[in-house]
């Protein structure tokens, strides 16, 4: 008998055996207790969606839109946005989860970051179930609000913008304020020290462009914990859109930045030698005011989304959905309904007779997002830049000039002033 008849004889054997025990096996096997628990099955009366919501809806809508950070409005429109993208069907075996059940789920966790299974118990809803179509709801929610977060492509835009920022933060020109933070996640398998930051811990990196009024006009999520601002921005894609005008970016147009980025004609960013002039001091005062709406963008989006004060336990593609999901809800929720999105103290608030900073509420938070590293100032510019800048820092202290800005920066006005 040849070597391949032996070798088919002996498949056959153990084929034969396997199929007899695994016969044996399925007769032995015990019937499963349930399919779905019983406590489950009772969602559509028990639920937190059948009971708890609609209670809150009716007779307290301030904490209906504290659970899920948006009011009994804005939720219906969102939910009518999404409902034909996440509404799966019935079968004969099973009720399909509710569009509506599913969209509450997903922004509560945003809002609490609770775990799955504190989530199943108050909804009722099986937490493997939740881990299967929270990554889907939050794609769906960006690809309905993504038009929120798009950049500006138009002069008339940018202008609108510049003139935000003069007429709010007494900074003409600016198109915008840069800054990053750092997204906690838990390890990712095999990532060995790639997502490892200065903090010690392990982070993604939320880059971000913001206007005069808190909203993220640009963002770039992804970059690992390691990097620093200035290297995020020399590899996202602002940059090559500014160098190569992309973007209709306006004549004389800038941004403003901390001391990490290089100084060019379209960014600023504050003087950093020591025994700064008085005009230099106003400079940087006037600087970090139109700077500001950055650090507060970031943390009205820490503040409302508590699921950015802990280690986010999700891959790190779905970590990167659900950071541009929330950037996308913070705008929608900024430009629709901006009065009782942002709350009085939400964000920093000078007082110009004194020229007091009363911080915002997020900062009061320790767990709040953590800036990047800034492992050195760099003072490689071009001529241009910084002939921009000493035009400013002349402008700011003539024709540009507030009132209460020498208050602000410990000078008391003289009548040689």
């Known amino acids: 008998m040849s070597s391949i008849g032996v070798s088919r004889e002996v498949l056959r054997r153990v084929l034969n055996i396997g199929i007899k025990e695994l016969c044996e096996q399925m007769l032995k096997r015990k019937k499963r207790r349930w399919w779905v628990r019983s406590w489950i099955l009772r969602r559509n009366n028990l639920g937190a969606s059948a009971r708890l919501f609609k209670e809150l809806e009716l007779e307290d809508p301030s904490s209906y839109a504290n659970i899920l950070r948006m009011s009994v409005p804005k939720f219906k429109e969102l939910l009518e946005l999404v409902t034909p993208l996440i509404q799966k069907k019935d079968t004969k075996f099973r009720q399909a989860i509710p569009s ?3 969209l509450e789920i997903t922004l509560r966790y945003l809002a609490t970051g609770d775990s799955y299974k504190s989530l199943a118990y108050l909804f009722r809803v099986p937490h493997n179930s939740i881990s299967v179509f929270v990554p889907e709801v939050l794609s769906s929610i960006y690809e309905v609000l993504q038009q929120f977060i798009k950049v500006p492509d138009r002069i008339a835009e940018w202008k609108q913008i510049q003139k935000s920022f003069e007429c709010k933060w007494n900074f003409p020109d600016c198109c915008g304020a840069l800054d990053g933070k750092h997204i906690r996640i838990q390890r990712p398998p095999n990532s060995t020290s790639l997502f490892y930051n200065y903090k010690g811990t392990y982070s ?13 006009r640009y963002i770039d999520v992804g970059c690992d914990g390691r990097s ?10 602002l940059k090559i859109a500014l160098e190569r005008n992309l973007l209709n970016w306006p004549i004389g147009g800038l941004c403003v930045a901390d001391d990490a980025f290089c100084l060019t004609s379209y960014m600023l960013k504050p003087y950093s030698h020591r025994g700064l002039s008085v005009e230099e001091q106003i400079f940087n005062y006037r600087l970090s005011r139109a700077r500001r709406v950055a650090e507060n963008a970031f943390g009205i989006l820490a503040s409302r989304f508590r699921i950015f004060s802990r280690p986010i336990p999700l891959d790190v ?7 541009k999901v929330s950037c996308g809800l913070h705008n929608w929720l ?28 997020w900062r009061q938070d320790p767990n709040t997002m953590s800036p990047l590293q800034r492992l050195y100032a760099s003072n490689n510019y071009k001529q241009e830049g910084n002939d921009v800048r000493e035009w400013f ?5 003539t024709t540009l000039a507030v009132p209460w800005q020498m208050k602000s920066i410990g000078h008391e006005c003289t009548e040689s002033d």
């Open 317 to 323: 593609g779905t970590v990167e959905i659900l950071v």
């Open 228 to 237: 620093n601002d200035s290297t995020i921005y020399n590899n996202s894609t």
């Open 204 to 216: 993604i990196v939320l880059f971000a462009m913001v206007d005069a009024e808190y909203c993220f």
């Open 100 to 102: 509506k059940t599913k």
């Open 334 to 361: 900024r430009i629709t309904s901006s009065q009782t999105y942002m709350t009085p103290g939400s964000v920093d608030e000078e007082d110009l007779m004194t020229g007091v900073i009363n911080p915002g509420e």
């Open 393 to 397: 820092t002349q402008e700011f202290t």
